[in-house]
């Protein structure tokens, strides 16, 4: 098992197009998987889930469906927080919170509070992120520490960078599976993903289940990670 996954959910739309039905119901049953997913990954024991929730780009889809997801958040906080909370599940949100709508801010504040102490699968929501804005934001808070004399010049490196991200002092994710059949990370975790091993999948997310998941698995244990170095046949 690796340490952390990372998954863009992707295919919700297209799923509920190709069977006549709207796309909220598309987005609707890819809650339904994530909720199955999240569940069976803490039962196999992962210790860190990344899910790309929603990105700080689909603002710009139309108005309706944007409503529409932001009611199916709720929706999914007030009906499954509990169930996440029962098996240990520690929840926190990754994105700028600044602009939200404050019932949307409050719902996920009251996630967070609610299984901070859990020591069980540490969950982490990306909601309303952008990869890109992270780095900025991320260069930004360095450069404040330089301007007051907090941090020296010579002190940024890797880790040093990595600390102001949101995902300071998270394991960089192992695996990142993508759904839906594209073949790109859309902004998500450009950092953090330098050596991640990739699955891309042409299934649609509500049709992701907890075979997919081992499956993903199972392929991530036959890669050989070299980080750089040399592998198993010298000059690979």
Known sequence: MPHHVAIIMDGNGRWAQRRGLSRVEGHLRGVSTLRQIIVHASERGLSFLTLFAFSSENWM???DEVHEL???LKLFIERDL??????????QVLGQRDALDPS???LLSRAESLTFDNEGLRLFVAFN????????R????IAVKVADGLLDPEEIDGPCFAEHLY???VPEPDLLVRTGGERRLSNFLLWQCAYTEFIFLDMLWPDFDE??????????NQRDRRFGRLGFFVGT
């Open 138 to 141: 991320a260069t930004r808070l």
């Open 167 to 169: 995902t300071a002092g």
């Open 211 to 220: 075979q997919s998941f081992d499956n993903a698995i199972a392929e991530f």
């Open 61 to 63: 889809r139309p108005k």
């Open 82 to 91: 509990s169930l996440l909370h029962r098996n240990r599940v520690q929840i």
């Open 70 to 72: 932001m009611d199916i």
């Open 104 to 106: 949307i801010s409050a």
């Open 129 to 136: 992120y952008g990869s890109q804005d992270e780095i900025v």
